[in-house]
């Protein structure tokens, strides 16, 4: 039998804010030192009263804005009331039924194989709370640690229609929203490191039928090939219940990154009701007398899925080249600015940028990813990196001297010039200084010199080689090929 998919994402993101969501506790995510951060506020000891951090419903709003959301005129905080060890309160203060933004929409903008049709995806809220403290499990399992550190931290809790049809849109759609929440500064929406979760509904109906299947739920998923990956076991897994006759159970199911399977966690018979009322201690709100939503707009900059269509105009990229440049921020910004400074230089500004762009994602990221750097330890700038495509352009360095130099001035930040001049490596074009090379080549090497004359085509290249080490790699190897064949047909 055909089945149909139904598959809806809700995504956790720790708010980029100085303080916690209700108290004026440090909001640190990389703090090491357990229970730093805390105070009788986000402890929940009795008679205190939370205050509301207006930088944090900043950002939500500005992610609402985004995403073409309804901002509510009115909206509350609620209790969601449930026991457990790393909710010092006895609830979590939430959004339940009038969350700060409804509806709204993120559409696919990031390429893959099967999907150029960037399809849409409806985003049913998007609203705000705090959230839990953080359980570790020493390996003896004799004990839980709790730090309380995470306690109170502002979350955004994003909730998209059951909309989604595979693993490979879940995951498209988690990568979109990192880069949005990241180029608005609202979070760092790490998945490794926790400041971005997502849990996964899903369930499998036959094709025709009318009501949805059960819904299962999974969690744990902190990466975005986890999110893919255990979508795609669900999808088998259900499958082949149904196919046995038999019911899928409505449950919550683990992610297992290594065996690559989702394992039951909890059944509904367990799920708790939540009990959730109104939070007495703090006031409705009404954003719009809170902000002016004209500046909140200009916050916005430039969308990712906007910024995308203009790089690839801008700088002719490819649809993966493009891809690259978003999900890193940073080294868009080097390329940017390093063709901003190429284009006050009279250069042939098509050929220039081609050659930043491709010296970028080739070289400087290949080295990048090879030795594991950051971008603290790449000391390569805009001023040097255009110096060095400046140099190439002008055929006043050979793109294997470019190489060369580029390779040391990522690490050591030296100016390309200097070094151009203090080791020589112009390019030779001086014809007195390269036939007397030329002529020793063909004379040391008499074997190479008759293969060629014999019609080895490749012994010219091993020619120009041994003349090229000689002159420190700074000749045009065209050019020298085009001496040497002269020289030899002679
Ligand atoms: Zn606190």
């Keep these: 039998m055909l089945y149909e998919t139904t598959i809806g994402l809700e995504i956790h993101a720790e708010l980029l804010t100085k303080t916690k969501m209700f108290c004026s506790c440090l909001n640190e995510s990389e703090e090491k030192q357990p229970n730093k951060n805390i105070c009788s506020v986000c402890m929940g000891h009795p008679g205190t009263l939370p205050v509301i951090n207006i930088e944090a419903l900043r950002k939500v709003l500005k992610v609402g804005l985004s995403l073409n959301s309804n901002i509510s005129s009115y909206s509350k905080f609620d209790r969601k009331n449930y026991f457990y060890p790393d909710l010092p309160k006895g609830y979590q203060i939430s959004q339940y039924d009038n969350p700060l933004c409804k509806d709204g929409k993120l559409k696919l903008f990031l390429s893959d194989e099967e999907n150029e049709n960037q399809k849409e995806v409806k985003i049913t809220r998007v609203h705000l709370e705090e959230d839990t403290a953080r359980l570790i499990h020493p390996k003896d399992g004799k004990s839980t640690l709790i730090d309380f550190n995470r306690a109170g931290v502002p979350l955004m809790e994003l909730v998209t229609e059951p909309v989604i049809h595979n693993g490979k849109e879940a995951r ?36 025709g039928q009318r009501e949805l299947g059960t819904k299962v739920e999974i969690k744990n998923l902190n990466s975005f090939k986890a999110v893919e990956k255990a979508i795609e076991y669900e999808l088998k897994r259900q499958t082949e219940v149904l196919e046995k006759g038999e019911k899928v159970i409505q449950e919550t199911r683990g992610w297992d990154p290594i065996k690559e399977v989702t394992y039951p966690q909890r059944t509904k018979e367990e799920a708790q009701d939540y009990r959730y009322f109104p939070e007495p201690d703090l ?16 916050e916005l900059k430039e969308l990712p899925w906007l910024k995308k269509e203009r790089i690839i105009k801008e700088y002719d990229l490819s649809l993966k080249e493009a891809d690259i440049l978003l999900k890193d921020s940073k ?51 805009p001023l040097n990196f255009s110096k060095i495509i400046e140099n190439i352009v002008q055929n006043k360095i050979s793109s294997r001297v470019a190489k060369d130099i580029l390779l040391e001035i990522i690490k050591t930040g030296q100016d390309p010039e200097k070094l151009i001049t203090e080791r020589s490596l112009e390019t030779i074009s001086d014809i007195d200084l390269i036939n007397p090379i030329i002529e020793e080549v063909i004379k040391n090497n008499p074997k190479a010199v008759e293969d060629y004359k014999k019609g080895k085509e490749t012994a010219i290249q091993f020619l120009v080689g041994q003349a090229m080490a000689k002159l420190k790699g700074a000749a045009d190897p065209k050019e020298l090929v085009k001496i040497m064949e002269n020289k030899i047909k002679k």
């Design 331 to 381: 080294v868009l910004e080097i390329l940017e600015e390093t063709i901003k400074i190429l284009k006050t230089k009279n250069l042939d500004i098509k050929k220039a940028t081609n050659l930043a762009k491709n010296y970028l994602l080739t070289d400087i990221l290949g080295i990048k990813e090879k030795e594991k750097l950051t971008y603290q330890e790449i000391k390569i700038t």
């Design 283 to 298: 006031p409705p709100l009404n954003v719009y007398k809170l902000f002016n939503f004209e500046e909140l707009k200009k």
């Design 172 to 207: 498209l759609f988690c990568q979109g929203l990192q880069i949005l929440l990241k180029d608005l500064d609202v979070s760092e929406a790490e998945m490794e490191k926790g400041q971005m979760r997502c849990e996964v509904n899903i369930s499998l109906k036959p094709i």
